[in-house]
């Protein structure tokens, strides 16, 4: 499993115009605001989808060096072409960004329209409230545009479009700066991997959350995490915990091996917070049948055997090995922490169900759920019967499931059943956060989070980073898109000389024709011819 470790800097940098209400502001992000007077900040576009083009602005060898923001007066079409879907006078928009209503053609044809006629961006404002749409979506084999485009709210396109029809000028920033990972960069490149500052510029606290939108992976599928069959290690209690050391908590009391229990779940709160699908929990419940329930409302009555995925609560599920199982006299479920953090400084803790049995009798079965601080799993099915392999691989849910729902994991296929045990199973996330400090901050806070990438060919997507104020209902989201890039030398070739037309060979000397080769790295830098191998 190749992974990609770098620091993003969550940095508290207040503007000189400080907002009211909290203010959130990035270095890297995708989308539009408006440029106040005397501030660094601009009123953001909330909210603001992007084009799904955008990775094209970009990502290309050509325009990996150009500028990833614009900034320019907001400008209407003609009065009779206000959707922006007919062509437009000569240099209408040279060196504006249009503002045009949805409806009547694709956002493509659009942003290509104005792209014509000298547009630096374009802004599509809804035709519908509230505005859902979360990605400009490029209609099959269509032409793709080479400025950026964005959709904002009916109220604030129709807002903006009154202001400059009395005559108000406006200027807008447009941004489209990725985030950009990088695997096998050699020490010469000049490239290295993004940092992401965050920061309070309001007069309020405001607390963050994060969460993603996939944009080239298979529709319908579960590309969060990966699984992946491993070593098993020992147990976490004796010898598998950081530095063989682990700490007993004190919060299952229920499961004291003195009382058969059956579907029965306890309330505890874990030692760090837990990035479940990149949605932080802190407040669990730890189920007699198998779980791991991160829902703080998670009902009694839901407290049974179930299927991953299924429209049934609970979700937002950790499931070793989730069944109808009984916790019997003698058997029970502790949990415990590392007494310190892993060589990567992410702390790690374990739920051990110990002797729990089918309620058919088939049993004992003991198992593990780790829990590592920056989203990772392992399940550590330590013991199971050989003789009960058939019904286990039938019934037995094995998995996760995340807060939605939908699109659960389920890797119960991958367990060799008649093996018996131990059997370990690694669960690993797209994007690993490693929190240090709080998601809350005050005006003027600063966090650090510590990412790791598992690296994906190809793979982009979008991290969303939304902020509530913890005195009112406001909210805010921000988009910011990752890209992966794995670094490679390759060869640039020119063009024949003399052109390509019948006869042109018997026109060059010797009948021979020449082209020239540049050795160049995926980072848009060139290097001597040395690099490039064949």
Known sequence: MHLRHFLLSLAAVLSPGIAAGPGLGLDHWSGCGLVQPGSSEPEYFKPCATGEWEVLLSDTFPR????????????????????????????????????????????????????????????????????????????????????????????KGQELTSRLQQGETLQVLCSWKPLEVWYELPAY???????????????????????????????????????????????????GAPGGQALPLQTLNIFNATTSLRNVAQQFSLPFEFPHYLDYKRQVHVSSNGLIVLDSTFPSSSNKAGTLGSEDSPSAIVAPLWDSLVCPVGASIVASVGASAGDDG??????????????????????????????????????????????????????????????????????????????AVALTPWVMPGLNGSRDLTPGQSVTLNFNFRLETDRYGWLLFSEEAR???WH???????????????????????????????????????????????DGQYYPDGFCRG
């Not at 992401?196 to 993603?212: A, I």
């Not at 080239?216 to 995490?225: H, I, K, L, P, S």
């Not at 037309?501 to 790295?521: D, E, K, L, P």
């Open 64 to 155: 990996l060096h150009l500028a990833r923001n614009t900034s320019g007066e907001l400008k209407l079409p003609q009065s009779g072409n206000l959707m922006g879907c007919g062509a437009h006078p000569a240099n209408h928009f040279q060196g504006k960004v249009a503002l045009v209503s949805r409806g009547g053609c694709f956002f493509t044809m659009k942003v290509m329209l104005a792209e014509a006629v000298g547009a630096l961006a374009t802004i599509i404002y809804d035709s519908v409230d509230p505005q859902t749409t979360a990605i400009l979506a490029v209609p099959g084999p269509e032409m793709n545009p080479h400025i950026p485009g964005y959709l904002i709210s009916r109220p």
């Open 189 to 239: 490149s000049p490239e290295r991997n993004d940092s992401l500052q965050v920061y309070n510029y309001g007069d309020q606290d405001l607390s963050f959350d994060m969460d993603y939108v996939d944009t080239n992976v298979t529709y319908g599928a579960e590309t969060f995490y990966a699984a992946s069959l491993v070593p098993a290690p020992p147990p976490f209690a004796t010898g």
């Open 346 to 423: 992410i702390p790690v803790m374990a739920v051990r169900f110990q002797g729990l049995s089918r309620d058919s009798g088939v049993g004992p079965m003991t198992f593990e759920a780790w829990l590592y601080g920056d989203g990772r799993v392992l399940f550590l099915l330590e013991d199971f019967p050989v003789t009960a392999a058939s019904t286990l691989a039938s019934s037995a849910q094995v998995g996760l499931e995340p807060g939605s729902g939908a699109l659960a994991l389920s890797v119960s296929s991958m367990v060799p059943w008649t093996s018996g045990g131990p059997v």
């Open 471 to 473: 005195a009112s209902n």
């Open 476 to 522: 805010e989201r921000r988009s910011i898109r990752i890209t992966q890039r794995v670094f490679r030398h390759f060869w640039i070739l020119s063009g024949w000389d003399g052109g390509m037309h019948s006869g042109v060979c018997a026109n060059v000397a010797n009948y021979m024709r020449h082209r020239n080769r540049t050795c160049a790295g995926s």
